[in-house]
């Protein structure tokens, strides 16, 4: 039975951490490429526009000796309505893996309920797994474990913070999100993450020390009609310099990009000494990859 990520849940600790490694050791060989897919091919179903996700999947499954095989909203048939299981089963028989990246969760669930396949989740409103497995990557690449640090996240409780909430209640790290009233992230899931995670509403509470403050967009695909309002809200929560000096002197800052310099994130802090966004960015193509190895090819190098 293939194995699916929808979300961070489905993986354990373990496999977390050692997807962590071994995206570290390609990224050590220097993007050396490997023929473990050869002759197989990765479907990009994507509902959503993409840069980094697209780019980086198709490069992994490039130097995995693979193919990729882009499918945009236009590009299958349910556009027009063909129900879900039924394209799932089709291109099962064509494919060896999909990543989908579209709006609601039950759409990517539904999928893997009837693909034979492996599904990633690229992105849904709800969780952006791949995201977060890539953040993780570069935090422990800058700070060499995760025991013992202070993660921070500033502004929304989107897919992205929910996604690192899931990640902090499976590796127990500390995760504080400040988020405006009216925009936490559901109380059930840091109920079920436990003594982990903490929601405030001070943004400076939570970077007060912190080793790693990460933000994201304010408004996000899908939400451009509220972005008046949002703006609105959340201004109070821009990590800008005041922000990251309170922070721990070696804090790294990231954003998983796109970013709206002056909104959610100030430009000198986005081009400053402590930010590590584009290496960031970048490690989504080494956690892909490793990630693909471990969902299509299985155990070994």
């Known amino acids: 039975m293939s194995r699916h990520l929808l979300t ?36 990009l179903v994507f509902d959503k526009p993409s840069t980094r996700t697209r780019v980086s999947f198709e490069v992994a499954m ?7 095989l882009f499918l945009g909203k236009a590009d299958t048939q349910m556009s027009r309505d063909e129900p879900i299981k039924d394209t799932s089963r089709v291109l099962s028989r064509y494919l060896d893996a999909l990543a989908v990246r579209t709006f609601a969760q039950s759409t990517v669930e ?14 849904t409103d709800q969780y952006h797994p791949c995201q977060v497995l890539s953040d993780l990557m570069t935090v422990v690449e800058k700070k060499k ?10 502004g929304d409780g989107n897919n992205v913070a929910r ?4 990640a902090a209640g499976i590796l127990g790290f500390r995760l504080v999100l400040a988020c405006p009233p009216g925009y936490h992230p559901g109380t059930d899931m840091v109920e079920w993450a436990g003594e982990s995670v903490q929601v405030v509403e001070d943004p400076r509470e939570a970077a007060r020390g912190a080793h790693v403050i ?5 408004a996000s695909m899908g939400q451009e009609a509220e972005k008046d309002q949002r ?40 081009e400053g000494p402590n930010s590590v966004v584009f290496d960031q960015a970048e490690n989504k193509m080494h956690l892909h990859q490793a990630l693909l190895e471990f969902l299509v090819a299985g155990p070994g190098k």
Not at 62 to 68: D, H, K, M, V
Not at 163 to 166: E, G, L, R, V, Y
Not at 242 to 270: N, Q, T
């Open 214 to 218: 990460n933000t994201d967009v304010w």
């Open 163 to 166: 996604s690192w909430i899931n």
């Open 62 to 68: 490039f130097r995995l000796g693979g193919n990729t």
């Open 110 to 123: 539904e999928m893997a309920r009837w693909c034979s396949i492996p599904v990633i989740n690229a992105l």
């Open 145 to 154: 474990e995760l025991n013992g640090l202070k993660i921070a996240w500033i």
């Open 8 to 43: 961070i849940r489905d993986l354990t600790k373990e496999e977390i951490l050692g997807l962590i490694e071994r995206a570290l050791e390609i990224k050590g060989l220097g993007g050396q490429t490997s023929s473990r897919l050869r002759g197989k091919t990765l479907g």
């Open 231 to 270: 703006l609105k809200v959340f201004t109070p929560y821009q990590v800008d310099q005041a922000l990251v000096d309170l922070a721990d002197p070696d804090v790294i800052v990231m954003h998983c990009l796109p970013a709206h310099r002056g909104e959610e994130i100030a430009e000198d802090v986005l």
